[in-house]
């Protein structure tokens, strides 16, 4: 297994934080880049949830993500378990070759799909994405994963 697909609802909402509670992403560096999700302010589009390319911390992220509503357009986060080895990567291959063990990537408000090295991990956000009554949820592998790009945009 290489990830997992899903599509969560479109409209605002703590996805982030629902999707990642599956385990424990407080552990890693977070990277952004090319995000366009924005907090909720008196109901509508706010300012930005990651204003800039960034490298947050677990804790950073995590208070990001769960203080307030927010509304998801496009994400592309990565999580690192160690900042100095940060670096972007555009394919699967170089995924696997990378630090990086996370792989995020959101578009068009609704459709999510996520890389992981580890299995547990996949699992468990299976696991997760059903409980949440996410749609179309289903495992990426070898033999299915039409990616050929880590882009959003």
């Given at each position: 297994m290489r990830g997992l697909s899903f599509e969560i609802p479109n409209?605002?909402?703590?996805?982030?934080?629902?999707?990642?509670?599956?385990?424990d992403f407080k552990n890693y560096f977070w990277k952004t880049?090319?995000?366009?999700?924005?907090?909720i302010e008196n109901d509508k589009l706010g300012s930005p949830l990651f204003p800039k390319p960034y490298l947050y911390t677990g804790d950073a992220f995590y208070k990001r993500i769960s203080e307030t509503d927010y509304y998801l357009i496009f994400a592309d986060l990565?999580?690192?378990?160690?900042?100095?080895h940060v670096r972007d990567f555009?394919?699967?291959?170089?995924?696997?070759?990378?630090?990086?063990?996370?792989?995020?990537?959101?578009?068009?408000?609704?459709?999510?799909?996520i890389y992981a090295?580890?299995?547990?991990?996949?699992?468990?956000?299976?696991?997760?994405?059903?409980?949440?009554?996410?749609e179309n949820v289903s495992y990426i592998t070898?033999?299915?994963?039409?990616?050929?790009?880590?882009?959003?945009f």
């Open positions: 409209r605002y909402g703590q996805f982030l934080l629902d999707i990642l509670n599956a385990f880049g090319g995000e366009e999700a924005y907090y990565k999580a690192f378990p160690d900042p100095l555009t394919s699967y291959e170089q995924f696997l070759n990378s630090q990086c063990e996370f792989v995020l990537l959101l578009v068009d408000c609704s459709y999510v799909t090295k580890d299995q547990q991990v996949l699992k468990a956000l299976h696991d997760q994405a059903i409980a949440s009554k996410y070898d033999e299915n994963d039409s990616r050929t790009t880590f882009e959003i």
